[in-house]
């Protein structure tokens, strides 16, 4: 989809500096456009399936396979027993999270997914080791059109996550890492290996 034709912009960049400046502009308006529509189409349905167990290890390894890894080493550590209680859609939290990795990350050459139990809680971790979210930019990174792209994944993450409870931070260390941690509240996941024991 291309709200403005090619040509147009083609001609408008060949006519000098003095247009460049209006081509980004056009350029940025019609990706924002286009990632709004592409949103509306994905998340009509979001928040009105019933939320249920879900394999975490699969989600992954399907938010993986919708990803242009180019080189770059995803690392899938979750234990495959592990299920978590969440929205349908929580594919496209992961998914999210590995795009924004790949775009940002600049220097990235590995992205680590891994969980730990914390206390009653689980901290489902994806961790990469490119240039990181600077400090003075943490608090902003969740909320709508905050970003260098659309703006929209990491407020729908969040958004998606809240529904049954779950939360998501990022705590990575910048110019050496990003970490972003989903904390998922006691009841809201299982190890099925254990479920059998009890």
């Known amino acids: 989809m291309q709200l403005v034709p090619a040509d147009m912009l083609r001609f408008i960049e060949m ?3 003095r247009f460049s400046h209006f081509v980004s502009k056009a350029r940025k308006t019609c990706e924002q456009i286009i990632a709004t529509i592409s949103f509306t189409r994905e998340y009509e349905d979001f928040g009105t399936a019933e ?3 879900q394999n975490l290890r699969k989600i992954i390894e399907s938010a993986q396979e919708e990803v242009n890894a180019d ?5 899938n550590d979750i234990p495959e027993d592990c299920e978590i209680y969440a929205d349908p859609v929580i594919r496209k939290v992961f998914t999210t999270l590995l795009e924004n990795a790949i775009r940002h990350g600049e220097t990235i050459t590995k992205i680590h997914c891994f969980c730990t139990k914390d206390e009653n809680q689980l901290i489902i971790t994806c961790q ?3 240039v990181g979210v600077p400090d003075d930019e943490k608090r902003y ?3 709508l059109r905050y970003g260098k792209h659309t703006g929209i994944g990491l407020f729908l993450a969040k958004e998606i996550l809240s529904i049954t409870g779950l939360s998501i931070r990022e705590c990575g260390e910048p ?3 990003a970490r972003f941690e989903i904390i998922v509240p006691e009841n809201e996941y299982r190890f099925l290996s254990e479920s059998e024991k009890k």
């Open 141 to 143: 990174i969740f909320g």
């Open 175 to 177: 110019g050496k890492e």
């Open 15 to 17: 006519k000098g500096k």
């Open 51 to 53: 939320s249920r167990w």
């Open 71 to 75: 080189g770059i080493t995803i690392i």
């Open 128 to 130: 990469d080791d490119g």
